[in-house]
């Protein structure tokens, strides 16, 4: 029981991770109903970024505040030089532009910054806590609390403030949204440098935990599952989706992989993923997609 | 029909045919080198990855080449009075740029012929087995790759040099039997390997259920998927199995979640032992304090106090004519690994030359070199690598010629080595080598090569 409860444990923490990932997913796929192909470098761009700005010495609240307005501005130059021209474009051609842009910005953080490996220190010490015979991991529970914040926060922006209502209408009805004055591109700049942001919490996280380097960019696959199963364009579904998979890939790696060979957890999720597309196309809080024919 | 045309089509007829033969005729044999103004100078070629997931590793790698091969031009005045001309080409550690990479530069570079090729990297050693022997062209996959290419028999061409993955897990099984006090000491014993769930990871699984059979200690194999950056379940396993050491052979980012995870779940990080690819300062870094104490084997210690390196800081790099970014790195795991690649390149074509002459090697020249290479000590301290390469003997039947490894421990800012050449048994492994060699021959309708002339002579 001791092992159950610890593998269920560890596996829901474990996918908080996972839904800070898919969060900066979320955050432009409602608001301009795109695949953001770039969110993986995104992610190690701005974890990246932070980690050389810690390392030429600056305090560790400064290269935040550097980082940010980095981040800030990129989303500006990425509005202007890809998502402006492409403006009214099918999904399709956008999420080729966010295809072509990942490797740009691949490109630039290793141009820029070395495709060495750093490590990062959060000061959050990676030890076990123990209740009872439970093993919990200290960082992970950190990591969870660190992802429901931010998923908090993030809920009372576009729930509570006027940028958040004008993205909410964005996502509806863009056409409605811009007939009424709502600045479409300067949207756009806000919601990129908040998936910006997102990235680099989730960046500095998985960092802090498997060092700062190229491959970060590929924990985004942990992402697709989870945005499959809780949906495309709800933050809270990305919170479920992410707990879902962290739970069940534990849970299958520990008690299925044994008769199956073990090392199942790449493909469970994607397993999962498939199961729920059967059961429930748009994810458990997906929004349906009606379409008049 | 005129006379002009009824001359072209016989020339038609004849040409098509004569064209065809040509090709299928010339492709049995090894491939020509462009004729070009460096016809006088070795060329060697880079299949190099600056660029992907793995540039970290590859960046010292082929800094550590062209910093040696600039030594040996600038120094020692080429091999033999040869000069070495280098060119890289970007594969970023993939199967198809490789294959390309490969095909673009096997016909040498401005008439420089190749003598050996490195494809540096798993999928395209892979992939360029059947190229390289059509084309003549020996490969050098050293710590990687096939590992019963040990048979030149059946792989006259691919040279598993030094340490092939099952030397490495006999080594690994000589080192836990030495620090437990001796071999009947392992009866009973737990040693559990959590490996990547790869071609590469899986490579082990053989030779350790034969090495666990001789010796009787129980064998757990435990995989990590890639890329491997969650690893509780597979550590609560180890947890539950209580094992004496662990056998880290992970990969990239697997290597440092290993470790902090195993921390994690009350494993001591001074009773796991990385192999050959967790065995880099990449690998630990990440991994914190949690990595003090971890031991790990590798046929490339880390350190910049072994002669070579004082002869390369003094001609290369205290002149600034490093290919290095960041000279911290100097004398890495990995850069370490890149001068015992171009050692062994030099070496070869010094070999060669012995037999075919002062002057650039051809493929066939190199793969005999490679057959008949000797480094013993002596010629070690020559070159300035006694102690960051073992004793090596090729033969055509024997392509690893090696198989020793030594054991170097983390302190938290470096690799200090723990052990001197930990040997491997590799008279007990190569029954398996034969097999999975004589399998391969079998599947692919090739007759092994008869090899009691060389020996005869040999002798």
């Known amino acids: 029981m001791n092992l159950f409860l610890e593998t269920l444990i ?284 | 029909m005129n006379p002009a045309s009824a001359a072209l089509r016989a020339l038609r007829r004849v040409a098509l045919p004569v064209g065809l033969v040509t090709c299928l005729a010339t492709s049995a044999f090894a491939v020509d080198t462009h004729p070009g103004p460096d016809s006088d100078k070795q060329f060697f070629p880079i299949a190099s990855y600056r660029v992907g997931p793995y540039a970290s590793a590859g960046v010292q790698i082929w800094a550590a080449m062209i910093d040696y091969l600039r030594y040996v031009n600038e120094v020692e005045g080429g091999i033999n009075g040869v000069k070495i001309v280098w060119q890289e080409c970007e594969t970023e550690w993939t199967a198809d740029k490789g294959i390309e990479c490969y095909e673009r530069q096997k016909h040498g570079l401005n008439g420089a012929p190749v003598a050996i090729y490195l494809p540096n990297g798993a999928p395209a050693a892979y992939a360029l087995t059947d190229r390289a022997a059509q084309d003549k062209i020996p490969l050098i996959t050293l710590a990687y790759g096939r590992t019963e290419a040990t048979d030149g028999r059946v792989f006259p061409y691919i040279f598993p040099v030094i340490l092939t993955f099952y030397s490495e897990a006999s080594a690994l099984v000589n080192y836990i039997a030495e620090r437990e006090g001796g071999l009947d000491k392992l009866k009973g014993k737990k040693i559990a390997t959590v490996y990547h769930d790869s071609a590469y990871g899986r490579e082990t699984l053989e030779p350790l259920e034969l090495l666990a059979k001789t010796y009787g200690f129980e064998n757990i194999q435990i995989p990590v998927a890639d890329p491997g950056n969650e690893q509780s379940s597979q550590w609560r396993q180890v947890r539950e199995a209580k094992p004496d050491w662990v056998f880290l052979r992970t990969w990239g980012v697997s290597t440092p979640v290993a470790i902090k995870t195993a921390v994690r779940f009350g494993f001591p990080a001074d009773r796991i032992i990385g192999d050959v690819w967790a065995s880099s300062e990449e690998d630990v870094l990440p991994a914190g304090e949690a990595a003090k104490g971890y031991l790990a084997l590798t046929p490339y210690p880390a ?107 983390w302190d938290g800012t470096k690799w200090t080595p723990v052990s001197d050449w930990v040997q491997a048994d590799r008279a007990l492994l190569r029954p398996l080598i034969d097999a999975k060699s004589a399998a391969y021959a079998k599947e692919k309708g090739i007759t092994p090569r008869d090899l009691s002339q060389d020996l005869s002579k040999q002798q």
């Open chain 1, 10 to 293: 560890g596996g829901l923490l474990a996918g908080t991770m996972y839904s800070l990932v898919a969060i900066g997913f979320v955050l432009i796929y409602k608001a301009s109903g795109v695949f953001n192909f770039a969110q993986g470098s995104m992610l190690l761009f701005a974890a990246l970024t932070f980690v050389t700005l810690l390392e030429k010495g600056l305090p560790f609240a400064a290269a935040l505040a550097v980082t940010i307005a980095i981040l800030i501005l990129g989303a500006i130059l990425i509005e202007r030089t890809v998502l402006r021209p492409l403006a009214n474009r099918s999904p399709m051609t956008l999420f080729m532009a966010t295809l072509g842009l990942s490797y740009v910005i691949e490109g630039a953080a290793q141009g820029l910054m070395g495709a060495q490996v750093h490590a990062l220190d959060l000061g959050i010490e990676d030890v076990p806590i123990f209740i009872g015979d439970v093993l919990i991991s200290q960082f992970d529970l950190v990591a969870a609390a660190t992802a429901v914040t931010l998923a908090l926060v993030l809920a009372l922006l576009f729930n509570n403030t006027r940028i958040g209502i004008s993205l909410r209408a964005v996502a509806d009805d863009t056409r409605a949204a811009l007939s009424i004055g709502i600045n479409l591109n300067r949207i756009w700049q806000i919601v990129w440098a908040v998936a910006g942001i997102v990235g680099l919490v989730a960046g500095m996280l998985w960092g802090a935990r498997q060092g700062i380097q190229f491959s970060l960019s590929l924990v985004v696959l942990k992402a697709l599952p989870v945005l499959i199963i809780g949906g495309f364009t709800s933050i809270g579904g990305a919170i479920a989706g992410g707990l879902i998979v962290g739970a069940a890939e534990n849970l299958a790696e520990t008690y299925v992989g044994p008769y199956i060979g073990g090392g199942i957890t790449p493909w469970f999720p994607y397993f999962l993923a498939i199961a729920f597309l059967y059961i429930r196309p748009a994810g458990l809080f997906g929004e349906r997609a009606l379409e008049r024919v």
């Open chain 2, 303 to 409: 350190g910049a106090s072994f002669d070579i390196h004082q002869r390369l800081k003094k001609a290369i790099i205290d002149t600034g004519k490093s290919d290095l970014r960041d000279t911290s790195t100097f004398g890495s795991v990995y850069y370490n690994s890149g001068l015992t690649d171009a050692l062994i390149f030099v070496e070869a074509v010094r070999i060669a030359q012995k037999k075919f002459g002062n002057r650039p090697i051809t493929g066939t020249e190199g793969q005999w070199a490679l057959e008949h290479l000797k480094l013993d000590n002596a010629r070690l301290k020559e070159n300035g690598f006694y102690g960051l390469v073992q004793e090596l003997q090729l033969t055509p039947a024997d392509h690893e010629g090696g198989g020793a490894a030594r054991v170097q421990q």
